[in-house]
């Protein structure tokens, strides 16, 4: 069993509502213009598995001295430490990926992804060797140290803030989802970052389901 700690947009949002009609039947059903239904399929599995998120914490497996309790002790003092933050979100490509992300920098989602990280750590399983192995391959030698002291290469410094739309695309088929995203995207409210939302996964393959929401409430100090 797998855990992560995710952006999940509030159910009632207008981005919620967006990632909902993006991953939706639906909209498999009627297809989007220049792209076959089965390889729209193929495109947005991960999404569905993953679910409509952005990454604070990657996936992770508690150590065996360690319960879903103190994982959420972890998160609550990293909610007491952190405001909630305002996101505006537009189209863009990351890594060869499209993917929604913020207009300019954004300081405040790196800090609390970074707390996120430093939370978790002393309470996860270390990565077992082949799959280090396995997820080195590509990387410099500053994310190949992250992934080795934190199970994940893109840490720290090395985070970006983003909702993945799909797999890596082809020139033409990144066009047809822009041209179907875009717009809907730029009319989108502020998004607001509100809430750490822990995520597990039951069993491997699975995909990943909202376990409970610890709202952002940073205590000003007295």
């Avoid at 998120?53 to 959420?72: E, G, I, K, M």
């Avoid at 190949?144 to 090395?158: A, K, S």
């Avoid at 989108?188 to 750490?196: E, F, G, K, V, W």
Wanted: proline share 7%.
């Amino acid at each position: 069993m797998r855990y992560a700690i995710y952006f999940c947009p509030a159910p009632a949002s207008a981005l919620a509502a967006l990632g909902r009609d993006w991953v939706s039947r639906e909209l498999t059903a009627q297809g989007i213009p220049g792209i076959g239904l089965s390889r729209w399929n193929a495109l947005v599995a991960d999404v569905r598995r993953y679910g409509w998120h952005a990454t604070l914490r990657s996936p992770f497996t508690l150590s065996p001295d360690v319960d879903l309790n103190d994982l959420r002790r972890a998160l609550e003092l990293v909610a007491r430490s952190h405001a909630p933050i305002n996101l505006t979100l537009r189209y863009a490509r990351l890594a060869g990926f499209p993917a929604l992300r913020p207009l300019g920098e954004c300081k405040a989602a790196n800090a609390l992804a970074a707390a996120c990280v430093d939370a978790v750590e002393p309470l996860r399983l270390p990565l077992a060797e082949n799959d280090f192995q396995r997820r080195a391959s590509g990387l410099d030698a500053i994310e190949t140290h992250y992934l080795g002291r934190y199970g994940y290469p893109y840490v720290f410094e090395r985070y970006r803030f983003h909702m993945t739309l799909s797999a890596p695309a082809s020139v033409e088929e990144e066009r047809a989802l822009q041209r179907w995203l875009s717009l809907r995207a730029s009319m989108l409210p502020t998004a607001r970052l509100d809430a750490l939302t822990l995520c597990v996964e039951p069993s491997p393959g699975a995909a990943f389901e909202p376990l409970e929401r610890i709202a952002l409430h940073k205590v000003s100090a007295a």
